[in-house]
C-alpha cells in the first residue's frame, strides 16, 4: 500500500508536467504555422493544444490564437466568438499573436461588453474574497486569543500549584520544627533523669556503707547509728515513663501530620496537568512517607520504653 502511494506521489507531478509540456509543444507550432501563414494547419495544431490546456490561462490563450487565425482566415464570426470565450477566461489577458489594427479594434470593443458583462460575477467574486479574508482575520484572531487564554490558564495553574506546595511545605516545616523542639525537650528532660538517677546511685552506696563502732572506755559498746540517713523510693523511673510517653505521643502527631501530607501530595500528582509537576509531587510524598514511617517507629520504640520504665518503677 506504501508503494502505490509512493508511485501514486511520483506520477501526479509527472503527468501534469507532460501534459503541461505537450500543451506547449503544440501551442509553440500553431505559432510557427501561423507565421508561414499555414492557417488551417495551425488551427489543428490549436485543436490539439486544447486538449492538453489544463488551466484557464491556457484554454484562454488557445481561444484568442484561434481567433487571431479565423479573423486571418476572414471569419469574423467565428472569430469573434473565439476572442469572446477567451476574454471571458481572462478579460485583460493580450492577444498572442499580431494583427491589424481593425481586428484589434475589435478585440477591444469584444473586452468591454466582455468585462460589462463579467463585472456583477466579478464584483460578487470580489466580495466573496473579501470576506473570506475577513472570516480569515476573525479566525485567526479568535485562536490567538484562545492560544493566549489557554497559555494564561497554564500559567495560573502552575502558579497556584506552586503556591499550594510551597504551603504544604512551610506547614511541614512549621511541624518539623516543632517536632524538633519537642524531641529537644525531651532529651533535655532524659538528661535531667540520668543527673537524678546518678545522684540517687551515689546516695545510695553511701547508704550502703557499714556503720562504724565506737568503744567508750569502761562504758558498754554502742553502736551508732548511719551518719547518712536511708533516702526515699526516687520517682526517678516514673518520671522517664512520662517522657517516653510525651515522646511517643509526640512522634505519632507528627507522624500522621506526614502521613496526610503525603497523601494529599499523591493526589496532587494524580490530578497534575503537567508529568514535570507529577514527579516533583511524587517525589515530595515519598520523602513524607518515609519520614512518617521513621516517625511511627520512633513513637513504637518511646512506647516501649515507656513500659519497660513503668515496669521498673514498679518493682521499687
Do not use: C
Amino acid at each position: 500500500m506504501r508503494s502505490l502511494l509512493v508511485v501514486l506521489a511520483l506520477t501526479v507531478p509527472l503527468s501534469a508536467r507532460a501534459t503541461d509540456e505537450d500543451f506547449q509543444r503544440f501551442y509553440n507550432a500553431a505559432l510557427r504555422l501561423h507565421e508561414s501563414l499555414e492557417y488551417e494547419q495551425a488551427l489543428e495544431q490549436l485543436a490539439l493544444a486544447r486538449k492538453q490546456a489544463e488551466t484557464g490561462d491556457q484554454m484562454s490563450l488557445v481561444n484568442l490564437a484561434q481567433g487571431v487565425v479565423l479573423a486571418d482566415l476572414n471569419k469574423n464570426d467565428e472569430a469573434a466568438a473565439a476572442f469572446k470565450a477567451g476574454l471571458l477566461l481572462s478579460p485583460d489577458a493580450k492577444l498572442p499573436l499580431k494583427v491589424s489594427p481593425r481586428v484589434a479594434g475589435d478585440v477591444e470593443v469584444i473586452r468591454a461588453k466582455v468585462k460589462k458583462e463579467l463585472a456583477p460575477l466579478i464584483a460578487k467574486q470580489e466580495a466573496e474574497r473579501l470576506k473570506r479574508e475577513q472570516e480569515a482575520k476573525e479566525l485567526a484572531k479568535a485562536k490567538a486569543e484562545a492560544e493566549a487564554k489557554k497559555a494564561e490558564a497554564e500559567a495560573r495553574a502552575r502558579e497556584a500549584m506552586k503556591l499550594e506546595n510551597d504551603k504544604m511545605k512551610a506547614e511541614a516545616d512549621a511541624k518539623a520544627k516543632e517536632a524538633a523542639k519537642l524531641l529537644a525537650e525531651a532529651e533535655a528532660k532524659l538528661k535531667e533523669i540520668a543527673r537524678l538517677e546518678e545522684e540517687r546511685r551515689q546516695q545510695q552506696l553511701v547508704s550502703d556503707k557499714p556503720s562504724k563502732v565506737v568503744i567508750l572506755p569502761e562504758d558498754p559498746p554502742v553502736i551508732s547509728v548511719p551518719l547518712v540517713p536511708a533516702n526515699p523510693p526516687s520517682k526517678a523511673p516514673m518520671i522517664f515513663t512520662i517522657a517516653f510517653l510525651v515522646l511517643g505521643a509526640a512522634s505519632v502527631g507528627v507522624a500522621s501530620y506526614f502521613g496526610v501530607t503525603s497523601q494529599g501530595q499523591v493526589q496532587s500528582a494524580k490530578d497534575a496537568p503537567f508529568q514535570n509537576d507529577a514527579s516533583v509531587l511524587l517525589r515530595q510524598a515519598d520523602s513524607s512517607a518515609t519520614a512518617a514511617n521513621v516517625l511511627f517507629g520512633t513513637a513504637g520504640a518511646m512506647g516501649l520504653g515507656a513500659l519497660i520504665s513503668g515496669i521498673v518503677w514498679g518493682a521499687q
